[in-house]
């Protein structure tokens, strides 16, 4: 019954920002850390960052270190991704993960000119 619902995606220049954000339902958010992946077409799905449960220990893949946060606020089940000095190959759609196996449907993010 775990859900979960990305928002935030769209179009945004190359060195611009956007906030991403993942609603979660039907578990305890507060028990589990939390992922964000990305995927361009042809690619693979690559992970991007984790959080834990108390959102203390956060985590991020190389190439996005040093320009994206993760957060997330436990009180309204809620992950954010914080989208910093975006670069063309940021462009994919970002989905939200728990436990491995529960996606939500991705959102879109298109940084061009």
């Known amino acids: 019954q775990a859900h979960l619902v990305e928002s935030g995606g769209g179009l945004v220049q190359p060195g611009g920002s956007s906030r991403l954000s993942c609603v979660a339902s039907?578990?305890?958010?507060?028990?589990?850390?939390m992922r964000w992946y990305r995927q361009s077409p042809g690619k693979e799905r690559e992970w991007v960052a984790r959080i834990s449960t108390t959102g203390h220990r956060r985590d991020y893949a190389d190439s996005v270190k040093g320009r994206f946060i993760i957060t997330r606020d436990n009180r309204k089940n809620t992950v954010y991704l914080q989208l910093n000095d975006l670069k063309l190959e940021d462009t994919a759609v970002y989905y939200c993960?728990?436990?491995?196996?529960?996606w939500g449907q991705g959102t879109q993010v298109i940084v061009s000119s």
């Open positions: 039907g578990f305890i958010f507060s028990a589990f850390e």
């Open positions: 993960n728990v436990r491995g196996d529960v």
